[in-house]
């Protein structure tokens, strides 16, 4: 489908290269730390060159990936307010799971799903950030006491396992929901999907 | 290094068994600090055997030297000054210990090593680290309880004390053993040592030290290098030698239980994905809507 005339810009050209770039961090950052995370997955320190190779690269592609990802999460924070519209949509959400919208209230830019989302990752991502130079060898993890080391790779742990589930979430939402790949892809969305998923932004964009 | 004629037991980063047909028999070194008189000869001589020489570094008014461990470096005479309250008075007492890896039957190196085969623990108690397949992560640092293992500048790997393997690999005792001029150093099977520390203890404890005993972890599953303590009662007068030292909970909790479950939550969430698809069908725009 061409874009047509009467499209809405959902996502303008500099969301979605950083959209982008995120994604391309998580995936690398992802694999080669999926590399360390179990013997059963460190065949995957080949694509990175080896294991040693993964090892240098691993807090780099972190670091790429948490660039992008604090950049295009600034630009929407404030549509990422929770209210009280949400806590409704939230209460509702196995009938939303379902397929079915009615009694939910309508939802603006984001819905209030995607807003948990958003503050889930932001605290993921902080978590991955800062725990990672505790144990950053072989520039920073000489600086710290080991238990706090110690605290900061398991933390580390349980954040990336946190981050990668919520993407798994992120990517099946995208995928169950018609043509937002689409959106993130080329930015615009029609009026009948703006009108479904995101009523009260719909009317406030929609006019236009 | 591979050693053929040592049998592996465990590997690093590795879920299905070694090469482990042969057992071989368990061995350890057992230190008698109350012989031991500082001279250093162990540590020249892990340096000659190993071919390893540190950087000749500054002196900072102690006898330690080099002030620690290093990946050149693998042991160490830790100097203590400790007054004793007895019933004469202070009684001041120079504690010296020999410092380096205790090859723990249960190595928090191995259980944190992500690295498949950096580490291995041989049939017969030594712990190795094989420099080839280190990545150079520190893992093992983050795991040993007791601050062994140290990153080399030069490369990066993780180094330390192999109990001399490859010796005993061909029935030698380690370097520094056959150096001790006191005899402070013994090595054999562990059997062996624990009963030669056992014939130790009545003689200290006639000379006034009622707490000497043999320290040999139970926390890390015993050690196989052991030692002979006039206060094996309070251990941590050693240079802090630990007193229950144990593979730290939170590195447990990583290794040992973090990492499977979140594999299957990872797989089990793919699947509730899909089978959501294939139950609810994806979620389209309404005809009327366009």
């Known amino acids: 489908m061409n874009r047509p005339a009467d499209a809405i810009q959902r996502h303008d050209f500099a969301d979605r290269v950083m959209h982008w770039l995120t994604a391309l961090g998580f995936f690398l950052a992802g694999l080669s730390g999926l590399a360390f995370f179990h013997p059963s997955m460190f065949f995957l320190s080949h694509l990175f060159g080896g294991g040693t190779w993964t090892r240098i690269l691993h807090p780099l592609l ?42 939910v209230p309508d939802q603006g830019k984001y819905n209030a799903g995607q807003k948990v989302l958003y503050w889930m990752l932001v605290l993921c991502m902080l978590g991955l950030l800062v725990t990672g130079f505790f144990f950053w060898r072989p520039y920073f993890a000489d600086f710290f006491p080991i238990w706090l080391v110690r605290l900061a790779t398991l933390l580390h742990a349980v954040c990336a396992a946190g981050l990668i589930l919520l993407v798994l979430g992120h990517v099946y939402m995208s995928i169950w929901t018609t043509y937002s790949i689409r959106a993130m892809m080329f930015g615009w969305v029609t009026r009948a999907w703006a009108k479904k998923h995101h009523a009260a932004w719909y009317r406030e964009v929609g006019r236009q | ?41 162990c540590q020249v001589a892990c340096g000659e055997w190993n ?30 000054e400790v007054e004793e309250k007895t019933e ?89 053993v056959k150096t001790c001029p006191t005899g402070a150093i013994n090595f054999g099977s562990k059997e062996d040592m624990k009963q030669l520390a056992a014939s130790r203890l009545p003689d200290l404890q006639r000379r006034g030290y009622p707490n000497a005993g043999l320290y040999d972890p139970p926390g890390v599953g015993g050690t196989h290098v052991m030692y002979v303590l006039k206060h094996a009662d309070r251990p941590e007068l050693y ?3 630990p007193k229950d030292p144990q593979i730290s909970a939170m590195v447990n909790l990583w290794r040992g239980w973090l990492k499977p479950l979140a594999l299957l939550g990872m797989g089990a969430t793919i699947l509730a994905g899909f089978f959501h698809y294939v139950a609810v069908g994806p979620k389209e725009i309404d005809e009327e809507d366009k």
């Open chain 1, 62 to 103: 972190g670091l790429f990936m948490a660039l992008f990802f604090f950049a295009f999460a600034l630009r929407h924070m404030r549509h990422n307010l929770l209210d009280a519209n949400d806590r409704r949509w939230l209460a509702n959400a196995h009938v939303v799971m379902a397929g079915h919208e009615e009694g």
């Open chain 2, 88 to 176: 004469e008075g202070t009684r001041l007492e120079w504690l010296i210990r020999k410092d380096g890896c205790m090859h723990c039957a249960d190595p928090g190196c191995l259980k944190a090593c992500p690295a498949p085969g950096a580490i291995v623990q041989y049939s017969n108690g030594i712990v190795d680290f094989h420099q080839e397949n280190c990545i150079g992560c520190g893992s093992c640092v983050t795991g040993c309880p007791f601050d062994v293992p140290r990153l080399s500048k030069k490369d990066g790997k993780a180094y330390k004390c192999t109990l001399c393997s490859d010796r005993v690999s061909v029935g030698l005792e380690p370097a520094c």
């Open chain 2, 51 to 80: 071919d390893l020489r540190d950087e000749v570094g500054r002196h900072v008014g102690v006898y330690e030297n080099p002030a620690d461990l290093s990946a050149k470096t693998w042991t160490l005479m830790r100097y203590s």
């Open chain 2, 1 to 41: 290094m591979a050693l053929q004629s040592l049998d592996i037991t465990r590997r690093s980063a590795t879920t299905t068994p070694s090469p482990s047909a042969r057992q071989t028999t368990e061995v350890a070194k057992l230190i008698d600090i109350s012989k031991c008189i500082g001279c250093k000869a």
């Open chain 2, 239 to 241: 240079a802090g030698l």
